[in-house]
């Protein structure tokens, strides 16, 4: 008897062992990977019901909570929702979260380790947890500013604190209403996120830090000439052959400079007038001297094909080893299989702009628990240092030449030096170019740095997306 006894204690030790283990595992090990898993409808549900806390843009809600009388007791609301739909993103029922809403939804719904002390409480309590809230670094007057100056084009404006990382201006258009996501009733959402999906000018894609990319055109010839002086290998009155056209090597492809002819007239240019007049030519001779691997390494330092989390993901530009010479002279200016978004052309310029020093883009500017207190601060961080402050301070000379009596004429602002670079970029036969703008402002102390892109526009990123940044930096520096 007494073995039998033995037998049974030691199965019920091993089961409640087992219990305990598979217990522990789940609520301690897995319970963040089963809270964000899309499946798991009961996390869902909750959020819906839980009052999720607010976004703010100084102070001021884009995105809050509303209650209402059905079975998810809240609704997500969004008070100026084209203005800022690329910054909250959606929060659906059925079709996945974006933007901020997505990043941050453990923080918003209250659900995050560091909330952990007030779902406790809100146990004892009886009363139901509320979500943290959320503020941007978004500077409403600069938010609206590149809302209306991007007008009715289809593109995209960024615009940062160099000094910072600060994102003070995300818009990307054509936006939508995330309202019309935020409905409890499925057939709805369903209905208009299928619509929205199917839209062919795609109205979800975050065109500022993803979306299918763009070829950069000019503006990347910021990052090959930080390569050329910061390897040693080339100083602004460093010169090379100035033909009207060039044959690229092992092919039967002619490449011309944007309007035609040579760069300012001699049978040489240098580096600085060949950055000031935007030649492509002599960038596609200087690229073919830095080679493949100098410029591979500044591009990666700059941020191409790294994960920058913002905190919401943005795609990872590209700039991807060309197999002959002809392809290594085309990406030297910005074409042949180079990728970037407007995030990463403003990191470059935001470095150049800072004195050499990348600092980690963000838009958050902390996260405050329901009672006000802080949960979560941000200090600015260093992302990388791709270029030495010399080069930096060179550079700004170079581009702050390009407004003032170069080929990014359109952004001047009288009486401040305003730093820029132009781009207007080839696509496929039969496509529209890409027409671009990066620049900062006032080139002695930046407290901008900004990159435009316009899809499909004729003309040239002079002629269209110098103008807008000049308006954008213009609120920036009125404020």
Same mark, same amino acid.
């Given at each position: 008897?007494?073995?039998?006894?033995?037998?049974?204690?030691?199965?019920?030790?091993?089961?409640?062992?087992?219990?305990?283990?598979?217990?522990?595992?789940?609520?301690?090990?897995?319970?963040?990977?089963?809270?964000?898993?899309?499946?798991?409808?009961?996390?869902?549900?909750?959020?819906?019901?839980?009052?999720?806390?607010? =976004?703010?843009?100084?102070?001021?809600?884009?995105?809050?909570?509303?209650?209402?009388?059905?079975?998810?007791?809240?609704?997500?609301?969004?008070?100026?929702?084209?203005?800022?739909?690329?910054?909250?993103?959606?929060?659906?029922?059925?079709?996945?979260?974006?933007?901020?809403?997505?990043?941050?939804?453990?923080?918003?719904?209250?659900?995050?380790?560091?909330?952990?002390?007030?779902?406790?409480?809100?146990?004892?309590?009886?009363?139901?947890?509320?979500?943290?809230?959320?503020?941007?670094?978004?500077?409403?007057?600069?938010?609206?500013?590149?809302?209306?100056?991007?007008?009715?084009?289809?593109?995209?404006?960024?615009?940062?604190?160099?000094?910072?990382?600060?994102?003070?201006?995300?818009?990307?258009?054509?936006?939508?209403?995330?309202?019309?996501?935020?409905?409890?009733?499925?057939?709805?959402?369903?209905?208009?996120?299928?619509?929205?999906?199917?839209?062919?000018?795609?109205?979800?894609?975050?065109?500022?830090?993803?979306?299918?990319?763009?070829?950069?055109?000019?503006?990347?010839?910021?990052?090959?000439?930080?390569?050329?002086?910061?390897?040693?290998?080339?100083?602004?009155?460093?010169?090379?052959?100035?033909?009207?056209?060039?044959?690229?090597?092992?092919?039967?492809?002619?490449?011309?400079?944007?309007?035609?002819?040579?760069?300012?007239?001699?049978?040489?240019?240098?580096?600085?007038?060949?950055?000031?007049?935007?030649?492509?030519?002599?960038?596609?001779?200087?690229?073919?001297?830095?080679?493949?691997?100098?410029?591979?390494?500044?591009?990666?330092?700059?941020?191409?094909?790294?994960?920058?989390?913002?905190?919401?993901?943005?795609?990872?530009?590209?700039?991807?080893?060309?197999?002959?010479?002809?392809?290594?002279?085309?990406?030297?200016?910005?074409?042949?299989?180079?990728?970037?978004?407007?995030?990463?052309?403003?990191?470059?310029?935001?470095?150049?702009?800072?004195?050499?020093?990348?600092?980690?883009?963000?838009?958050?500017?902390?996260?405050?628990?329901?009672?006000?207190?802080?949960?979560?601060?941000?200090?600015?961080?260093?992302?990388?240092?791709? =270029?030495?402050?010399?080069?930096?301070?060179?550079?700004?000379?170079?581009?702050?030449?390009?407004?003032?009596?170069?080929?990014?004429?359109?952004?001047?602002?009288?009486?401040?030096?305003?730093?820029?670079?132009?781009?207007?970029?080839?696509?496929?036969?039969?496509?529209?170019?890409?027409?671009?703008?990066?620049?900062?402002?006032?080139?002695?102390?930046?407290?901008?740095?900004?990159?435009?892109?316009?899809?499909?526009?004729?003309?040239?990123?002079?002629?269209?997306?110098?103008?807008?940044?000049?308006?954008?930096?213009?609120?920036?520096?009125?404020?």
């Amino acid at each position: 008897m007494n073995t039998q006894l033995k037998r049974v204690s030691i199965v019920v030790l091993v089961m409640f062992l087992a219990l305990f283990s598979s217990g522990t595992i789940i609520s301690v090990v897995q319970a963040d990977n089963l809270r964000a898993d899309s499946r798991n409808v009961r996390t869902l549900y909750e959020s819906f019901s839980a009052e999720r806390g607010p =976004i703010l843009v100084n102070g001021t809600p884009i995105a809050e909570s509303v209650p209402v009388d059905d079975d998810f007791k809240f609704l997500r609301v969004y008070p100026d929702p084209e203005v800022y739909a690329h910054v909250t993103g959606y929060f659906t029922l059925n079709q996945g979260s974006t933007g901020l809403e997505g990043a941050l939804n453990d923080y918003l719904s209250g659900t995050a380790n560091d909330q952990f002390f007030d779902q406790v409480a809100a146990i004892f309590s009886g009363q139901s947890p509320k979500g943290a809230a959320v503020e941007t670094t978004i500077d409403p007057v600069v938010q609206q500013a590149a809302w209306d100056a991007l007008g009715d084009y289809r593109g995209a404006v960024i615009a940062l604190d160099p000094a910072t990382g600060a994102i003070l201006a995300l818009v990307s258009k054509p936006s939508y209403d995330p309202n019309l996501l935020a409905s409890h009733n499925t057939a709805e959402v369903i209905s208009a996120y299928e619509q929205l999906n199917a839209d062919p000018n795609k109205p979800l894609d975050n065109r500022a830090i993803g979306g299918a990319l763009y070829h950069p055109g000019s503006v990347f010839k910021v990052l090959v000439t930080a390569a050329a002086i910061d390897s040693g290998a080339f100083t602004p009155d460093s010169t090379v052959p100035n033909p009207p056209t060039l044959q690229l090597p092992q092919s039967s492809s002619v490449i011309s400079n944007a309007e035609g002819g040579n760069c300012g007239g001699g049978e040489t240019v240098t580096l600085a007038t060949a950055l000031r007049l935007s030649c492509n030519i002599a960038f596609a001779q200087i690229g073919l001297d830095l080679g493949y691997e100098t410029i591979a390494d500044y591009a990666e330092s700059f941020g191409f094909g790294k994960s920058v989390k913002i905190p919401m993901p943005a795609t990872p530009s590209v700039y991807p080893e060309p197999e002959s010479d002809a392809e290594l002279m085309l990406s030297a200016f910005g074409q042949y299989n180079v990728r970037a978004s407007p995030l990463q052309i403003a990191m470059i310029t935001a470095a150049v702009a800072n004195g050499g020093r990348l600092m980690q883009p963000t838009l958050v500017e902390q996260i405050l628990a329901a009672d006000l207190t802080e949960l979560v601060g941000f200090d600015p961080s260093v992302f990388s240092t791709p =270029i030495s402050e010399s080069t930096a301070a060179t550079l700004v000379n170079l581009m702050v030449a390009n407004v003032a009596n170069g080929a990014a004429s359109n952004a001047r602002i009288a009486g401040v030096d305003v730093g820029g670079k132009t781009g207007t970029a080839q696509n496929s036969e039969g496509v529209p170019n890409t027409l671009w703008f990066t620049g900062f402002a006032p080139a002695a102390d930046p407290q901008v740095a900004i990159a435009v892109v316009v899809e499909n526009g004729s003309g040239f990123g002079n002629q269209v997306a110098a103008p807008i940044a000049k308006k954008v930096i213009e609120a920036v520096l009125n404020k």
